[in-house]
């Protein structure tokens, strides 16, 4: 009995054998070719209709204009007062360059502005500048990158 099961296993393999053998004939394959969508990258210009809707419809940011189209409302005292906070701090930024890599650099100092206390520090490679603001109590750490002369 177990020879019988055995042919008849042996059968039933050569036939699923042969139907996969006859089934599966010449693969036939091309070259796969990208093309793009957005018209930007080389895509059909017909495109760009729908993918503007597209990018429009999933703006999460509808209801805020950008802060170039939103229209001002500050005064002229405000306007005022914040170009002359700009200039004062362009001093000071001014004034730090000048002490760091003027024509007499000095190795350390700390600088005070206001609430703005500005400590650096020359290092062989670095010079560190730490920005302390004592209104809101942040301290940023920056290392500037003394360039090195040609030999």
Do not use: C, K, W
């Not at 036939?15 to 990258?41: H, K, M, Q, R």
């Not at 914040?82 to 930024?93: C, E, G, K, N, T």
């Not at 024509?103 to 206390?117: K, M, N, R």
């Amino acid at each position: 009995m177990p020879e019988r099961r055995q042919r008849v296993a042996a059968r039933i393999f050569s036939l699923f054998l042969l139907f996969f053998v006859l089934l599966g004939g010449p693969a036939d394959a091309s070259e796969l070719v990208y093309t793009p969508i957005n018209p930007s990258f080389g895509g059909n210009p017909f495109n760009s209709a729908h993918l503007i809707g597209l990018a429009e419809m999933q703006n999460q940011y509808r209801g805020s204009a950008s802060p170039l189209a939103r229209p001002t409302t500050q005064s002229q005292a405000d306007l005022f007062v914040r170009s002359l906070s700009s200039r004062l701090l362009s001093a000071l930024a001014g004034q730090v360059t000048d002490a760091i890599f003027g024509d007499t650099p000095q190795q350390s100092g700390t600088i005070v502005f206001g609430d703005v206390t500005v400590d650096f520090e020359r290092g062989l490679e670095f010079v560190n500048l730490t920005i302390t603001d004592a209104a809101s109590g942040s301290v940023t750490d920056v290392s500037i990158p003394i360039l090195q002369g040609a030999p």
